[in-house]
């Protein structure tokens, strides 16, 4: 039985990456510099996709951990150390840690396998965290240096105002660590570490990651489409146009377009069909979303879905009725943050083309 060629939702590697040739060397030259490396763009382009590729190919110890569903710096500690139990052998780690200021709460979880690590709550919680990220320094060498990856860094803000100072005390006399930072909202990441007063400033090499280039997408999808379709060129164009060469949601397109094709057989409509089957599988999900919205939101993704204006002009605040230019602004600040809206090639837009297309249908019912 023939394989679907396209994946979507995790972190991918070959025959699923898609090019990257540029940033792939580009994350490579760093990683085997002393230097630390901070990559930025809208969620779900593939940046973990990019920074594992490139650490499977280097072949070095990777401590990965997500910040998003941290609750505290004591948190942030624990979930740390269970990842470095994952890579470094466990009696060596015990020896260490048992010189640690205060000493964590260790125990083997006999349904995963894996150890369960917290740490009590403290009125000085920094010391248990500096000691696990100096514990990396420790395990590692010149010849084997640790790559210590932060995912959504710039929520490292919310656990505590005073931690990127903390952190970065900590890890700039750290000589055998490669720390690589991703983002999702630039604007943040980028006042982390491009404001002169900031804890973190120019502490690594920032690379914006955009969308991949469409000839490179292109070719990617008639070679996957190949021996399917008589007409790959054409559904390649569709598939790009409709999703403006977002990774992730041209992989899902493509991936649901060929389930359909091999499903039920080629047919004159199958990225429209493709494209309202996933609207109809999200329906609920968008409507959810959509209630959550205020009325100048609303108003604002509305605009966006339905016309090329700009939102901060003149010509879109009216025609959309949104008010004040301050008032969009704020808007639209608000919608980036939280990764409704991105701005691509100077561009904003909605970043989900189902959830576009979905309002757009909405208003012409």
């Known amino acids: ?11 991918v590697d070959d025959p699923y990456f898609t090019n990257r040739t540029k940033e792939v060397v580009q994350v490579t030259s760093v990683l085997n510099s002393s230097n630390h490396l901070i990559l930025i763009s809208p969620r779900r382009f593939g940046k973990s996709s990019l920074i594992f590729k490139v650490i499977a190919q280097i072949n070095r110890p990777v401590i990965a951990l997500d910040l998003q569903l941290l609750t505290s710096i004591e948190d942030f500690a624990g979930q740390l150390l269970k990842r470095v ?11 260490l840690v048992s010189h640690f200021r205060i000493i964590p709460t260790i125990a083997l979880n006999p349904v995963s396998n894996e150890v369960d690590i ?51 005390s900590v890890m700039q006399h750290h000589k055998h660590i490669n720390y690589v930072f991703l983002g999702s909202q630039e604007s943040l990441i980028r006042n982390i570490f491009e404001k002169k007063k900031s804890s973190f400033y120019h502490f690594g090499m920032l690379l914006p990651l955009g969308k991949i280039p469409e000839n ?29 060469c977002h990774p992730y949601y041209t992989q899902q397109l493509a991936f649901t377009v060929w389930e359909s094709i091999h499903r039920d057989g080629k047919n004159s409509d199958v ?26 939101d609303k108003k604002l993704l509305i605009g966006l879905s339905m016309s090329d204006l700009t939102p901060l002009s003149e010509a879109f605040y009216r025609t959309y009725d949104i008010g004040a230019p301050s008032t969009a602004f704020s808007s639209l600040k ?3 943050q939280s990764g409704y809206i991105i701005k691509s090639d100077n561009k904003h837009e909605i970043d989900d083309p189902f959830f576009c297309k979905w309002i757009k249908q909405r208003r012409d019912r």
Do not use: C
């Not at 039985?1 to 972190?11: A, E, L, T």
């Not at 493709?274 to 599988?281: D, K, W």
């Open 1 to 11: 039985m023939q394989k679907n060629p396209f994946k979507f939702g995790s972190i």
């Open 85 to 95: 139990y994952r890579v470094y052998p466990f009696e060596k780690i015990r020896q």
């Open 118 to 168: 917290s740490f009590r709550p403290s009125p000085a919680p920094m010391p248990m965290l500096e000691d696990v990220l100096n514990l990396i320094e420790k395990l590692s060498s010149e010849k084997k240096r640790s790559i210590v990856v932060f995912d959504e860094f710039q929520e490292v803000q919310h656990l505590d105002e005073n931690l990127p100072r903390l952190l970065r």
């Open 216 to 244: 490179d997408f292109r070719n990617y999808l008639l070679q996957g489409f190949h021996g399917s379709v008589d007409n790959e060129v054409e559904i390649a164009a569709a598939i790009l146009g409709f999703t403006r």
């Open 271 to 296: 990225i429209g069909q493709a494209i309202g089957e996933l609207i109809r599988v999200h329906d609920i999900d968008y409507e959810r979303i959509w209630n959550g919205f205020n009325k100048t």
């Open 334 to 336: 608000r919608l980036m």
